[in-house]
């Protein structure tokens, strides 16, 4: 069981984290951080808000937590609002494209300029220079040109899961925490430039070096005994052996193929085709709850391969925590999944939904000062 946390003290608490990052990394990198209880204030523009806001689940999972403020960027009043925001700030992240932020004047040398001790992390697709930096794209733009799909069954849609845009999101929370670390130090701020294809090419490193070294492609994570299998019951289940021989032992033993348990590493990889189609038929035979069980008793690295109703009802996923309920202002409760991170005497789950758009700028500019007419209220 996980050790217990804190109802109310969060490691972040009294940090401040203002975001001009729209979408998907900026937006689970602030997620993360306010969930460990920075403030983050969001800025979006008044009308429309972040693009994300046209995809209301997409947007509830990744916007809880945080405050919104709604500033107009091209005009006066919202640059001098967006400079007492920085002034009062310990970092700011952002997600345009390489120059808009210079462009509109809250790039980092103007945030520099009101406040030396900021932290301002900048995501992009392809980073601040180099030939692509004007270039739009999307994670499987990011993906194909870091050699990801390279040889992959997903070549054609990429991975399910946006992981240029969650990697390069965790990337940002260092850049944050490695900022605040320098700060403490000397007492100068920091900018780090995140790029989405960076993360990406960096990440691929272990297939990267041996290629560009002539050196043996690993292979480790191919053969007949890593990948998914569909039971008796039509179910799938994830077998994930590598190159371990004890667990091919342990299965094939289970499996009933025991002729083949002494059939190494490099050998099951050269005979792929004829090993796979002897674990089809011998895994056809039983249910998948079946197979689960005596694979596990066994030893034996396997999983089921849950649809996302499955999800939140796996029992490690239970056990561990990571679906809570947030209720709202009006209340009303929505299920959200915890950020990842458990740290013993601190509270790290969320505590309320994601904002209407311009929900807290009264609350966060207002004070005894007149809202500047181009810092749009809450509806």
């Avoid at 569909?230 to 009933?256: M, N, P, Q, T, Y």
């Avoid at 925590?321 to 458990?342: C, F, K, M, N």
Wanted: net charge negative.
């Amino acid at each position: 069981m996980p050790v217990p946390q804190g109802e109310e003290q969060r490691l972040l608490d009294g940090v401040r984290i203002v975001s001009l990052a729209e979408q998907y990394p900026g937006p689970y990198a602030t997620l993360v951080l306010a969930d460990l209880g920075a403030d983050v204030i969001q800025v979006e523009r008044p009308v429309g808000g972040d693009p994300a806001r046209q995809f209301p689940g997409f947007y509830a999972a990744v916007a809880r937590n945080k405050r919104s403020v709604a500033l107009d960027l091209k005009s006066e009043n919202g640059l001098e609002a967006f400079g007492r925001l920085v002034a009062d700030a310990d970092a700011v992240i952002e997600g345009f494209r390489p120059g808009t932020v210079d462009r509109l004047g809250v790039g980092y040398e103007h945030a520099r300029a009101i406040n030396p001790a900021i932290v301002y992390v900048s995501i992009s697709g392809y980073g601040q220079d180099g030939p692509y930096r004007g270039r739009p794209g999307h994670d499987l733009a990011y993906q194909a040109i870091a050699g990801l799909l390279a040889g992959s069954e997903s070549a054609t849609t990429g991975t399910e899961l946006q992981i240029g845009d969650l990697t390069a999101g965790m990337f940002a929370i260092i850049a944050v925490a490695l900022g605040l670390m320098h700060r403490a130090r000397t007492g100068s701020g920091l900018y780090v430039d995140v790029s989405m294809l960076d993360v990406l090419v960096s990440m691929n490193a272990a297939r990267l070096v041996p290629a560009m070294n002539s050196l043996a492609e690993p292979l480790f994570m191919q053969g007949p005994a890593y990948r998914t299998y569909v039971a008796r019951d039509g179910k799938r289940l994830a077998l994930a052996i590598a190159h371990e021989d004890r667990f091919w032992r342990s299965l094939c033993a289970v499996a009933g193929l025991e002729a083949y348990g002494d059939v190494g590493s490099d050998e099951r990889i050269a005979r792929t085709s004829e090993l796979q189609e002897l674990l089809e038929r011998a895994l056809s035979t039983r249910s998948r709850a079946e197979w689960v069980e005596l694979l596990v008793a066994a030893d034996v690295p396997v999983a089921p391969l849950n649809d996302l109703d499955d999800v939140w009802n796996d029992p490690q996923v239970v056990s561990r925590g990571l679906v809570v309920e947030v209720e709202g202002a009006d209340g009303t409760s929505q299920a959200h999944v915890r950020q990842p991170l458990v740290i013993p005497g601190f509270s790290t789950t969320p505590s309320r939904p994601a904002p209407r758009l311009g929900e807290h700028t009264e609350q966060v500019l207002g004070g005894e000062e007149p809202l500047p007419a181009a810092v749009v209220p809450a509806p």
